[in-house]
């Protein structure tokens, strides 16, 4: 196995010295280094992929040096316009060495919503005139650094491509703001405060887990949408049904890096007007989901952003009592819930038992009722 700390120092030692990305599980213990071991130094967590793209692009213009960026793959669809339209060999000409997790590999079990993905990868790769090396927990760190080398040296782009188990395990951990509630916590008071009738979308990562869980254990029908994958993408999916259903109450569920990858999304919701619709963010501050690296979202004032992007009444709470305050049919909406909840979750969380096609027609049908 690769040590994570060690790869980064021999990256410095190439003049590698700009580190920018959106988290992913198989390469957490590369994050974990950056942020304990080098204390975050030239390193931006990127509210998606392809702003990753064009902040190291940014970082080349300024300085000629070589950035890094990483991902999981199914961050690509993000990366590949910026890449196709700004930094290819054709356009500016923009290296670097790119570090991406790779879900889904063929014959590797794994989450539905990465299979497609992870059949795609390399493929991809080879379209975008990409060169790439796939590294495992056998790979000698000393032939990448060749590689890598090489790359520098034509200045061309060079992919890394991370399979499950290549870094060594790092046990530390991030803050987990265990003074806040819990989210399953929150969610349940969530879920009591609307009818059965409720349309939830909810967004990809442990959130949906912990609503699944939540409605096995209380023996409710399983009839939410599930967003397992685009993350970012279930407030537009959300954005989509708000004029076509008028006689239910929609509610979208989602997280703090979430809202930041594709915030965007957000004025659309709000300018909307829909008087059955609430959005509730579940903002632990972090990307929980694949090692609890932090999101930059804590430092934004998120009542005046919400408010000036057309949401009625906004709510920003740190405590369950101050949740079970609120009074649901009698906020103006559409409304905004925003609850401040710890970075963490139940060690061995449930995942949905049913396919997402299985998923999407229970919930069609749920809207057809």
Known sequence: MIDAEQFIKNLKKLDINFFSGVPDSLMSEFSKSLHFDFKDENHIIS??????????????????????????NSGLGNFINPYASLLHKNIYDIPFILLIGWR???GVIDEPQHNFQGEITIGLLELLEIQYLVIDSDSDLEEILKEIKLSLKKLEPLA???????????????????????????????????????????TTGKLSRELYELRLN??????????????GHASAITAGMLN???????????????????????????????KNFIHIIFNN??????????????????????????????????????????????????????IRVQNSSDKNLMRPDKTPLENKNNFIDKINE
């Not at 509210?47 to 999981?72: D, R």
């Not at 703001?177 to 405060?193: F, N």
């Open 285 to 338: 501050a972090a990307h929980e989901s694949v090692g609890g690296q932090p999101t930059i979202y804590n430092s934004l004032d998120s009542k005046k952003l919400f408010n000036s992007l057309g949401y009625k009444e906004v709510f920003i709470v740190n405590k369950l009592e101050e949740l079970e305050d609120i009074d649901i049919d009698k906020c103006d909406k559409p409304a905004l819930i925003e």
């Open 218 to 231: 209380s023996k409710q029908k399983n009839d939410d949408l599930y967003v397992v994958g685009g993350m």
């Open 47 to 72: 509210t998606n992929e392809g702003s990753a793209l064009g902040i190291c692009m940014g970082y080349n213009l300024a300085t000629g040096k070589v950035p890094l960026i990483y991902m999981q």
């Open 104 to 106: 889904g590999e063929p």
């Open 244 to 274: 076509e259903i008028s006689s239910k109450t929609i509610v979208c569920l989602d997280g703090d890096g979430s809202i930041l990858m594709h915030m965007g999304n957000l004025g659309i919701l709000g300018n909307n007007g829909n």
């Open 160 to 202: 890394l491509v991370v399979k499950k188990g290549t870094f060594k395990k790092d046990d530390r951990l991030f803050d987990k703001s265990g003074h806040l509630p819990k989210r399953k916590d929150a969610l349940s008071t969530i879920v009591t405060k609307f009818s059965s009738e409720t349309l939830f979308v909810s």
